[in-house]
């Protein structure tokens, strides 16, 4: 068979980058500078584990300082390389400049499989792995700050702003360091849903432009829309559970790591998530088709496919079979460049990662405001805005009483408009409005000019654009 020559994923980045550049006029020179990683910093350190030494080697990678702090996630996974960080920084710098994150993109990561060590072992490496990462200020409230990504969640970020904490004692802002901790660590409420929320209202946001549906041969709203939806972990999870939960949307394929589901009439996704997470894979679920190579369903017939377990999983060698006419990058860089030629001259419609996955790092931005202010969102206002309320229904019903038209209230209205808004109301309304932007900033561009043929590189113009303002700006 003939053998392609499939780019690396940080080459596939510059690829797409450079693709958007060429439809630029930036001024000489400038575009070299934005498009390269500034610093990654390699770290091998020591871990005394089950009565020996191990070493362990990890990056964190700075792409662009254009803002500060920097920002991206640390993660866990046995084949993390400086190529892999440093192409996912890029990502983090340009996702940030879309959604209006003020942050430079960064990115960390740790060769290890989490599923080797027990909890105790990952903490003491997670402590060792922060330790060397803060004393460098690769850590930092101000300067650099860390999030979850793949193997990594709640529970190491809590040990990473703690490790913080003890080494900065006097610093009121420590908690910022760090972002994607539990709400009892100074989390936000809706962090850990956030990027799957995010990826929802993406493609509720694509289907309220009827113009863009039918560019992928789609017509109608997510309402019965056939999903499949490769890594059921944090990300894909979140997705298919709101997708069909709350739009109405199938979810008839499941991808994991042994294998995949595949039933025509959906899959329950709270209840597959229970038996992946007892059994430590997908396989025996009951009422669905397993197959055990998994990346075949890929290519099945479907309206939506939502990579959202790792890069490089849709490649030049089986970009032709992809039936989907709508995919949803929820996952970094699963579509390869030559892959993505690929599927746009088939006609394929690709929301691109860069918008799709952005709703962790705006959450992120939330939780980060929420650290730096001391206060959580909606502890002033949210009492004063139901009094308000309440004197308008007060109003309303002496209004209906004395003029003796006996107007009442719809049943359940009164409850819903008099309660106020909490934090995980207003982080989902700050997320959905976003997202809703960011879309329209794509769109406008896409629409506007013959020359951008897709979402992606329309996102790429919008995010140079802001990244090459801001270094003016500052007068580079
Ligand atoms: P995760 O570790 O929670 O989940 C990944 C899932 O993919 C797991 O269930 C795993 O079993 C599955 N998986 C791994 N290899 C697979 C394979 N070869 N085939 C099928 N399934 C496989 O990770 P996550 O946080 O959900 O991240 C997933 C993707 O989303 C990554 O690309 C990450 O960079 C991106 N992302 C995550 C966040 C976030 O907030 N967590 C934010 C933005 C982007």
């Not at 070493?55 to 084949?79: C, D, L, N, Q, W």
């Not at 792995?129 to 460098?136: D, G, Q, S």
């Amino acid at each position: 068979m003939h053998r392609f020559q499939e780019p690396s994923f940080r080459d596939s980045v510059d690829l797409m980058f450079n693709r958007a550049v060429a439809l630029m006029d930036l001024e000489p020179g400038l575009e070299e500078k934005i498009r390269v990683c500034n610093a990654t910093y390699t770290v091998r350190f020591g871990v005394r584990l089950r009565g020996q030494m191990h070493t362990f080697t990890g990056y964190r990678s700075v792409h662009s300082e254009h803002m500060e702090p920097v920002k991206g996630g640390i993660r866990y996974a046995p084949e993390v390389n400086q190529n892999e960080v440093e192409a996912l920084a890029a990502l983090m710098t340009f996702k940030c400049a879309l959604v209006e994150a003020p942050f430079g993109g960064s990115k960390g990561g740790l060769c290890l499989n989490p599923r080797d060590w027990e909890e105790h072992e990952l903490e003491r490496i997670t402590r060792r792995f922060a330790y060397e990462l803060i004393k460098r200020d690769m850590i930092n409230p101000a300067q650099n700050v860390p999030a979850p990504d793949m193997g990594t969640g709640e529970r190491e970020m809590a040990w990473i702003a703690d490790q913080y904490a003890r080494m900065n004692t006097t610093d009121i802002n420590a908690r910022a360091c760090v972002t994607g901790k539990p709400l009892n660590a100074g989390g936000i409420a809706g962090r850990v849903e956030a990027t799957g929320r995010g990826v929802q209202y993406a493609l509720q946001e694509f289907f309220r432009h009827p113009e863009d549906v039918a560019k992928a041969g789609l017509s109608g709203t997510l309402d019965g829309k056939r999903v499949i939806v490769q890594g059921l972990g944090n990300v894909g999870f979140h997705a298919a559970k709101f997708l069909s939960e709350e739009d109405g949307a199938k979810i008839i394929g499941v991808i994991e790591r042994d294998g995949a589901l595949y039933n025509p009439a959906g899959l329950d996704i709270a209840a597959l998530r229970d038996w992946l997470v007892r059994h430590g894979g997908v396989a025996g679920f009951p009422d669905a088709t397993h197959t055990a190579e998994g990346a075949t369903v890929l290519e099945e017939d479907c309206d939506i496919l939502i990579p959202a377990a790792l890069e490089g999983v849709i490649t030049m060698e089986n970009a032709p079979r992809i039936k989907a006419p709508l995919i949803i990058e929820a996952a970094n860089g699963p579509i390869t460049a030559g892959a993505d030629d690929i599927l746009r001259s088939r006609g394929t419609v690709i929301i691109p990662d860069l918008y799709a996955n952005a709703g962790g790092v705006t959450v992120s931005y939330f939780e980060w405001v929420k650290n730096l202010s001391h206060i959580r969102f909606g502890r002033m206002q949210r009492r004063q805005e139901e009094a308000r309320h309440q004197l308008l229904i007060d109003e309303l019903e002496r209004l209906s009483r004395d003029s003796g038209i006996g107007w009442t209230l719809s049943p359940g209205f009164k409850d819903k408009y008099l309660r106020g808004a909490g934090e995980l109301e207003l982080v989902r309304s700050g997320l959905d409005d976003t997202m809703r932007t960011a879309y329209q900033s794509m769109r406008e561009v896409w629409h506007a000019r013959a020359d951008v043929p897709d979402l992606r590189t329309a996102g790429y113009l919008v995010s140079i654009d802001r990244v090459s303002a801001s270094y003016r700006a500052k007068g580079l």
